[in-house]
């Protein structure tokens, strides 16, 4: 798993990048592929995709290969989030009175295949970390490297999907 500040750097990162390159806010889609290295402990990313649908973004991130190249893979999404409810389940945040809007980036690595994730919710500054990712979104995430290793483990005729 990488670091905590390593995501968070991630995150401030990508966060960076959409703020200078993409200027227009009508005409950014809400969801992006960003490819990353670290040189030193600093992220340098670069924009692989973008698309007003995230799991489409990665359906065809997929099939276009486009993820290869990369060994480290970071979603940027926005979208709403509500907290758990007084039993600890999940309740969507069309029925929650207190969802918020987050802005959210998912990591994962092709070594490490765990989806990690930072996110800051509307009108605060605290950035979130979460060392395990899970859900539809992080099992689409995992998806992007599972579907790569099968294709080199497929001589033993084995499906590996996360």
Do not use: Q
Request: hydrophobic share 35%; glycine share 4%; proline share 2%.
């Amino acid at each position: 798993m990488l670091k905590e500040e390593k995501c968070k750097n991630i995150y401030n990162n990508i966060i960076r990048i959409r703020e200078n390159w993409e200027v227009d806010p009508v005409e950014t889609h809400t969801h992006a592929l960003y490819g990353f290295t670290f040189i030193d402990s600093d992220a340098v990313c670069e924009k692989i995709c973008d698309g007003s649908d995230v799991y489409a973004l990665m359906r065809k991130a997929r099939e276009n290969k486009v993820v290869d190249k990369w060994s480290n893979i970071a979603l940027y999404t926005e979208g709403w989030a509500a907290p758990h409810d007084s039993e600890g389940l999940a309740v969507s945040p069309l029925k929650h009175s207190k969802s918020k809007r987050v802005k959210l980036v998912c990591i994962v690595t092709r070594e490490y295949m765990v989806v990690e994730s930072v996110m800051t919710l509307e009108n605060e500054d605290t950035i979130t970390y979460d060392a395990r990712g899970w859900g539809e979104l992080a099992d689409s995430l995992l998806k992007l490297y599972s579907t790569m290793k099968e294709n080199h483990d497929n001589h033993n005729s084995k499906s590996y999907y996360i």
